[in-house]
């Protein structure tokens, strides 16, 4: 974890609850074979191949509500933070006028709010979630995630990336001279998530973030997710009692939380936000499903 990042635990008496969350399971498999979960489109007959990596689900779990601390959360030191940014184009993503125009907002947001040189957004991903949270159904992947086909919440806990697969997923978004110009070792170059609830407050399927500072490298898993002609990474949380979880209640369309997906001057994937969606046990009497909207971007700013 980088050196200024600082322990959620030093915000004494938070609310809490209890939740359960899903985990990789720890599998001696792995010592001879390199997990994988392939995301494009499989025939039937395949489907069995699509990855070697199993879940488990772990009950029980207290996560911590930091909304009275809101003010305090740094993206420095504590890898995630929430602003107070209402959207002029949130309310209409399908349009996809108003889409361009969410994607500049968000990337202006970065730049002031990170002091960035240089930031370019390269994700778009729409969720919204269902009634069975433990069902698990594989997709075509190559058209999940729109605004006309949400896909559902995370529910694995995870970090967004590895310290080689952030580096290859930047590389492959910037034209050779950027890449010559910024990897040259005088650049903080960074992937930041842009995260925002839709059409109303978040009632059940929140997001919640696990402590870089309960986390210890050998908890994460480099998963591959090979994809066409490309093989992306992914970081899935392996079980720890020490692990602590925190979440922020009552987030508001008018409120954007940014994280961490990959930092080059972090040294281990701990450094990363590890979250994932959990169930509030009173959110499952709510009328209103999350629905969110989350963009990534590269974000590179000079060092001093």
Not at 225 to 253: C, D, M
Request: aromatic content about 12%.
């Amino acid at each position: 974890m980088t050196e200024s990042s600082q322990s959620l635990s030093s915000f004494q008496a938070l609310p809490e609850t209890t939740t359960s969350f899903r985990y990789i399971a720890d599998s001696p498999r792995f010592q001879s074979e390199k997990p994988y979960f392939y995301q494009g489109p499989l025939d039937i007959e395949h489907e069995s191949l699509r990855t070697n990596i199993e879940f488990e689900t772990h009950y029980g779990i207290p996560v911590h509500d930091l909304r009275s601390k809101v003010p305090q959360l740094n993206l420095e030191n504590h890898g995630f933070q929430l602003l107070h940014r209402p959207s002029e184009f949130a309310h209409d993503l399908q349009d996809g006028e108003n889409l361009n125009s969410y994607l500049l907002e968000c990337n202006n947001l970065l730049k002031e709010e990170l002091k960035a040189d240089f930031v370019v957004c390269y994700d778009v991903k729409f969720r919204k979630s269902r009634r069975e949270p433990d069902r698990i159904i594989y997709y075509d992947k190559s058209y999940l995630g729109t605004a006309y086909a949400p896909d559902e919440p995370a529910w694995q806990a995870h970090a967004d990336s590895t310290v080689e697969g952030g580096k290859l997923r930047v590389r492959r978004h910037l034209t050779d001279s950027e890449a010559k110009a910024y990897f040259d070792g005088s650049w903080r170059i960074r992937i930041v998530n842009v995260w925002r609830p839709l059409h109303h407050t978040v009632e059940e399927s929140p997001l919640a973030f696990c402590d870089r500072n309960t986390l210890g490298p050998a908890d994460l898993v480099d998963v591959e997710r090979p994809s066409g002609n490309r093989i992306g990474h992914v970081a899935f949380l392996k079980y720890k009692p020490e692990q602590q979880w925190y979440w922020i209640s009552k987030h508001t369309p008018e409120e954007v939380l940014i994280f961490v997906g990959w930092d080059s001057d972090a040294q281990n994937a701990s450094s990363f936000l590890t979250h994932a969606a959990f169930q509030i046990p009173e959110g499952h009497l709510c009328h209103n499903l999350r629905e969110s909207v989350e963009t990534r971007a590269i974000v590179i700013t000079k060092k001093m």
